[in-house]
């Protein structure tokens, strides 16, 4: 079993829990600490459940909880090499006592009943990732934040059961919308994020493989 709760999906801020028979996992934690423990809450949840939490990238809407959350706890985050010691450098700069484990793109590592398989994606970070997480018989795998689907990525999407992908905009909206051009340019590029059009593209070739269910990330 693997049951996911999106608690938050939005550019101010992105925490998803994941729960196997023996685990709880958050995947990034970029909202106040008070916002985590509410959102746990809503799901009668506590932060004491928590196992691991796992970070996509650096960017303050998925890690703006961690230090908080490592100041009270002491839960490990797990990260991928360069993300992981920017983390790892902003916790100790704060005198905050901390567990990080730098993760290496396409291994996989054992978390009580979960094996979780980080893999690269394409964002304006430092080392970005999405997650392939399986759990007994059940793969699910999460990428938000990318600016086009690689065949790699592809291939991790493809072999899980359950996808969570972003819908970042829509593209005529983007184009005639009030950002500046600087920023329309980066979201569009291949290190912003993923429009409509080429999640719902994405998505029908996946439900061609191995993937029958679906959760669309959308972002304002
Ligand atoms: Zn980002």
Not at 10 to 35: C, E, P, R, W
Not at 98 to 118: H, T
Not at 186 to 201: E, Q, T, V
Request: aromatic residues 10%; contains cysteine; proline residues 3%.
């Amino acid at each position: 079993m693997i049951n996911i709760h999106p608690l938050y999906s939005s550019s101010s801020g992105n925490m998803f829990h994941i729960q196997t028979n023996k685990s709880n996992i958050l995947i990034d934690a970029g909202v106040s600490y008070k916002a985590i423990n509410e959102g746990l809450k809503s799901i009668d949840k506590d932060i004491k459940d928590i196992d691991a939490v796992l970070i996509t990238h650096e960017h303050i809407d998925h890690i703006k909880g961690i230090p908080l959350l490592c100041r009270k706890n002491d839960i490990p985050i797990y990260a991928c090499g360069k993300t992981a010691k920017l983390i790892e450098q902003d916790l100790n700069e704060k005198n905050i006592k901390n567990n990080v484990f730098e993760l290496n793109y396409g291994q996989a590592y054992k978390l009580k009943d979960i094996e979780i398989s980080p893999f690269e994606i394409s964002h304006d970070a430092v080392m970005p990732c999405g997650y392939r997480i399986k759990s007994n018989s059940n793969t699910l795998s999460f990428a938000t934040d990318l600016g086009y689907v690689s065949d790699e990525v592809f291939d991790y999407l493809s072999s899980s059961d359950f996808v969570v992908l972003e819908a970042n905009y829509d593209i005529t909206l983007l184009d005639f919308g009030k950002y500046p051009y600087p920023t329309k340019r980066r979201i569009k590029g291949n290190l912003g994020h993923l429009s409509n059009d080429d999640s719902a593209l994405t998505i029908s070739r996946l439900y061609k493989k191995r993937s029958k269910k679906f959760l669309i990330s959308t972002f304002k």
